[in-house]
């Protein structure tokens, strides 16, 4: 099975650099999105890196638009995405490809460590009933139900991905591999994980934690999938209004800010109407009410 790796980035030279050098040695195209950075990053993959294919953004369209346009250019029959922060393993494309020889299978998930301590990062995402969204694994915990890959360390085939129409180029960052994920799912693809299939996730998200612009595209994400997959028309809507409800008030409460509100009617309205039904087996219904707040308090 041929492979592209597909790394969106936005002015992180540097750290695309060692993701690069790891992705370098592994059997397949590289195809690096670059999203109008202004840190030199197009010069440095031309002096550097000049097998790898780069396609330059005018502007910063976000991450799951910048894969599309990736995905646009290849013809190979899987694109596994790498975040430019994850430095993968020696073997790391045979292993997250390896399960698409099932033709059931449209996506993998691999597993990301945090630096250091090895501890794991994410083993693709979970889903309570109420869509929210889990780093599977995270920290030594028992992985729960696989839903989808986390777009940071996946494999996709790439007949599935097209047929689907890739990612929604609304969600700008955050939420979108669950979209993606559950459209795959109601079009009849399943998940699977490829535990050999490992990066260590370097860290620096692009939006920062927990700052405003973080907030926003979270908040916004948030409200377009609760609306798109009818979670608040569903038997979880009053888990969902209870949890959202918790983290709206926390804004107002530690950062005087009603963003996290205001970027959900954003995402709502941005989902339009038509709201499709949540594919079987999608979410893990052993996360508990407790287990989910539990979840949010540590990431607050």
């Given at each position: 099975m041929t492979a592209d790796v597909v790394i969106p980035t936005w002015n992180a030279r540097d750290m695309l650099a060692r993701a690069l050098r790891a992705v370098a040695q592994e059997p397949a195209g590289v195809i690096v999105v670059d999203n109008a950075s202004e840190d030199g990053t197009a010069e440095l993959i031309r002096r550097e890196f000049p097998d790898v294919r780069l396609v330059?953004?005018?502007?910063?369209?976000?991450?799951?638009?910048?894969?599309?346009a990736g995905v646009a250019t290849s013809t190979a029959d899987a694109v596994v995405l790498v975040n430019n922060d994850v430095v993968v393993e020696a073997g790391f494309v045979a292993s997250i490809t390896a399960p698409l020889a099932d033709p059931a299978?449209?996506?993998v998930a691999g597993l990301t460590t945090m630096p250091g301590t090895g501890a794991v990062d994410g083993f693709g995402i979970e889903l309570d009933r109420g869509l929210a969204a889990y780093n599977r694994g995270r920290g030594g915990t028992v992985p729960g139900r696989l839903a989808m890959p986390?777009?940071?360390?996946a494999a996709y085939r790439r007949a599935a991905f097209t047929s689907v129409g890739g990612f929604?180029?609304?969600?700008?960052a955050y939420g979108e591999d669950v979209d993606l994920g559950l459209r795959l799912r109601a079009a009849g693809w399943r998940a699977a994980e490829a535990p050999d299939a490992r990066g260590v996730h370097?860290?620096?998200?692009?939006?920062?934690?927990d700052s405003p612009w973080q907030r926003?595209?979270?908040g916004f994400a948030r409200g377009f999938l609760l609306r798109r997959w009818g979670v608040l028309a569903?038997?979880?809507?009053?888990?969902?209004?209870l949890v959202d409800g918790l983290v709206v008030g926390w804004g107002l409460a530690r950062h005087r800010t009603v963003v996290p509100l205001t970027a959900r009617v954003r995402g709502w309205?941005?989902?339009g109407p038509g709201r499709r039904p949540l594919p079987p087996d999608a979410v893990d219904p052993g996360i508990s009410l407790a287990e989910a707040l539990g979840r949010l308090v540590r990431s607050r």
């Open positions: 330059e953004l005018e502007r910063n369209a976000g991450f799951g638009a910048a894969v599309n299978v449209g996506m986390s777009g940071g360390a929604d180029p609304r969600l700008f370097l860290g620096g998200a692009t939006a920062g934690v926003e595209l979270a569903s038997a979880a809507a009053p888990r969902a209004a309205r941005a989902a």
